[in-house]
T-cell receptor, first 115, second 111 residues
């Protein structure tokens, strides 16, 4: 399976600031997704990162708060904007090759703490 | 009703026993079902997936699917302390085959 890296691995940020998280894959992949895992919770899909077009957001997530870019088939960024302590979570990117089953593999995650 | 439901546990089994993890889903149109393992502080790791009714075996792991009952399970035979983790059930949906996760079951295998 593809090797997925994320930067940064963790960060502590101040309220009101923004953080951009990068996801890099060592091979071209069809699908890229961004998830959030709040403390003690399961994973919630934020959006599907579409190559060359606007991301597709899930209910409850908006582009102004979580802008996403995907300039090519190996790279995507997620920005968490105007952060509040409620944004403290682990943010994970995942990749899939599409198709009927579209098995997804996850990056190591970015642990974000907002003070 | 939640889209994907799991017993949150915690579930404790002795070493060498069979651990049984269960999951139900609400969307009858779901096609593929996934089991992920997540160690504390780590990202989810795909164990296996299943899409046909019946059993699918991979080493010590067996996934079982019953679409009529909308039920998926994961059996871990000869459980080891290293199997202690949270197990996440996920179902794919939508045109991009996005995943919807259950809340996870925390498994502890006691030496």
């Amino acid at each position: 399976s593809a090797v997925i890296s994320q930067k940064p691995s963790r960060d502590i940020c101040q309220r009101g600031t923004s953080l951009t998280i990068q996801c890099q894959v060592d091979s071209q992949v069809t699908m890229m997704f961004w998830y959030r895992q709040q403390p003690g919770q399961s994973l919630t899909l934020i959006a599907t990162a579409n190559q060359g077009s606007e991301a597709t957001y899930e209910s409850g997530f908006v582009i102004d708060k979580f802008p996403i870019s995907r300039p090519n088939l190996t790279f995507s960024t997620l920005t968490v904007s105007n952060m509040s302590p409620e944004d403290s979570s682990i943010y994970l990117c995942s990749v899939g090759q599409g198709g009927t089953h579209n098995e997804q593999f996850f990056g190591p995650g970015t642990r974000l703490t907002v003070l | 009703q939640k889209e994907v439901e799991q017993n949150s546990g915690p579930l404790s089994v002795p070493e060498g026993a069979i651990a049984s993890l269960n999951c139900t889903y609400s969307d009858r149109g779901s096609q593929s079902f996934f089991w992920y393992r997540q160690y504390s502080g780590k990202s989810p790791e795909l164990i296996m997936f299943i899409y046909s009714n019946g059993d699918k075996e991979d080493g010590r792991f067996t996934a079982q699917l019953n679409k009529a009952s909308q039920y998926v399970s994961l059996l871990i035979r000869d459980s080891q302390p290293s199997d202690s983790a949270t197990y996440l059930c996920a179902v794919n949906r939508g045109s991009a085959r996005q995943l919807t996760f259950g809340s996870g079951t925390q498994l502890t295998v006691l030496p």
